[in-house]
């Protein structure tokens, strides 16, 4: 999360520093009737993807469960309907690629076995968000620009791949070692870990990005799933899992 910050703050600095160096007199806020009313682009992304989880809150068996931020990428289009200079209303559609990798440490409650299991999730996204728009003139070519809205994700595909590494006392006292792997659908699955996970998905979106020579966007995003991803069949305990992604965006309006 820090390396985000860090971002962030270089990205705002940024801006300034092209404001600051600017000796243009385009207004800061420019409250004139659009000259394009409809804006159409194109873009890619690539950042990360992950899922907070509660596991070892929920289940007493897991003593410690880990969750890594993989890789995520993808490419979409989108529109935007401008009402002045300065504001507008737009949407996308996105196909994003997610990876992310949880590790969990388990034993039963004798304390005869213990497991590890390593999970890799990999799952595809439809990815639609909503948001109002706002642009800024920090240089004569130069475009700032700050989203805000909502998404909506469905899943379109994915799997996940699970790698158990399990050691326990048998009958003799000794210590047998096992390894077993895995690999099962990601959504609606009821052979994934714990619980199966939701194909749909909803939450904030959030981006800033630089527009130059009103063609070349260059930026990045931040998305917050609100809704619960996990999905239990027949249980007692569902644990609480969301989906929080952060990508860069290197696109074109025509």
């Known amino acids: 999360m820090l390396k985000f910050r860090h971002i962030a703050i270089a990205f705002l ?8 160096c600017s000796a243009s007199s385009t207004e800061f806020v420019d409250r004139a009737r659009p000259s394009k009313i409809v804006e159409v682009g194109v873009h890619a992304l690539v950042g990360g993807s992950y899922i907070t989880d509660n596991y070892a809150n929920c289940f007493p068996e897991i003593r410690q469960a880990n969750s890594n931020m993989g890789v995520a990428y993808g490419a979409g289009a989108g529109v935007t309907l ?21 590790n969990v440490f388990t034993t039963d409650a004798e304390l005869s076995s213990a497991s ?25 070519t ?6 805000a809205g909502v998404f909506y994700s469905y899943g379109l595909s ?35 870990f714990q619980n199966a996970f939701h194909r749909s998905n909803m939450g904030i979106h959030l981006g800033s990005s630089l527009v130059f020579r009103n063609h070349f966007v260059i ?13 239990v069949y027949n249980g007692i305990t569902t644990p609480s899992m969301h989906s929080i992604n952060f990508t860069f965006r290197l696109g074109w309006r025509f």
């Open 13 to 20: 600095s940024l801006v300034a520093s092209i404001q600051i």
């Open 82 to 102: 401008m009402l002045r200079e300065y504001f507008g209303f737009g949407t996308e559609l996105n196909v994003v690629a997610n990876h992310q990798n949880i």
């Open 116 to 140: 590890n299991i390593y999970l890799r999730n990999s799952y595809v996204y439809g990815n639609i968000p909503v948001f109002a728009s706002w642009r800024f003139n920090v240089a004569s």
């Open 142 to 147: 130069v475009r700032w620009v700050l989203d």
């Open 158 to 192: 994915g799997n996940q791949r699970q790698t158990i590494y399990r050691a326990g006392l048998n009958a003799l006292d000794q210590m047998v070692y096992n390894i077993s792997e895995f690999k099962t659908d990601f959504f609606k699955s009821l052979d994934t």
């Open 219 to 231: 930026g990045g995003r931040a998305q917050f799933g609100l809704r619960n991803m996990a999905y």
